[in-house]
């Protein structure tokens, strides 16, 4: 049995459920505590790569260990096998309900519109970008397509720009690949209640007012 003394002078959990580990169970890759990397701060390699297919029982390995970084953070609501060292065409998204997307493929997209979005390998660098309303994906761990934003609500659309964010990072595209410029050119700006110029959808205060 291994000492409590040893294991604090290890630095981290082996992820095996030692009765004396004195620290909160992590997820371990090659004893690395697998953490989003910023990319600001550090190398990732695979941020700007295609990433490899996986079996659905990989997929959902990966998944779990996924989902219990994006709890532990709390700060985000999707996350990508690459964004945190993983290469593996796996993401997890949690908006409306957790789902698991395992190579996923997009195969319709609908009604084109511009997003305020950001990205946690990113952070505080948020960009407007092109993306669609309606979105129909292919995946491998669903036996038919699933299909997002066909709702009329702001949980709707947020769910689906969130899976094409996702779908992006696991074909090595980032938000800063898909900014869009947003700069408004006329004399007279929209009012309060109006649909903002940069595209969005949303009203004019909830959107670009202070931009």
Do not use: W
């Not at 407007?128 to 397509?145: A, G, L, M």
């Amino acid at each position: 049995m291994l000492s409590k003394e040893f294991l604090t002078e290890r630095g981290y959990c082996c992820g095996h459920g030692c009765l004396m580990c004195p620290y909160e169970p992590k997820h371990i890759k090659d004893n690395t505590i697998l953490k989003i990397i910023n990319c600001f701060k550090e190398d990732n390699p695979l941020i700007q790569k295609t990433l490899r297919r996986v079996t659905v029982e990989e997929g959902e390995t990966i998944a779990t260990k996924l989902f219990q970084i994006l709890n532990e953070r709390g700060d985000g609501i999707g996350l990508a096998a690459n964004q945190v060292g993983i290469d593996a065409s796996v993401a997890v998204v949690n908006v409306k309900e957790p789902i698991i997307l395992i190579n996923p493929k997009i195969v319709r997209k609908e009604e084109e519109t511009r997003y305020y979005e950001g990205c946690l390998s990113y952070p505080k660098k948020g960009c407007h970008t092109k993306r669609y309303k309606i979105v129909e994906v292919e995946v491998d761990n669903y036996e038919s397509n699933l299909t997002f934003g066909a709702g009329d609500t702001e949980a709707d659309l947020l769910e689906s720009v969130c899976v094409q964010h996702e779908i992006d990072h696991l074909n090595g595209m980032r938000i800063l690949d898909r900014v869009v410029d947003t700069t408004y050119r006329a004399e007279i700006k929209p009012g309060r209640n109006e649909p903002c110029h940069c595209g969005s959808g949303k009203k004019f205060k909830k959107c670009c007012i202070n931009k």
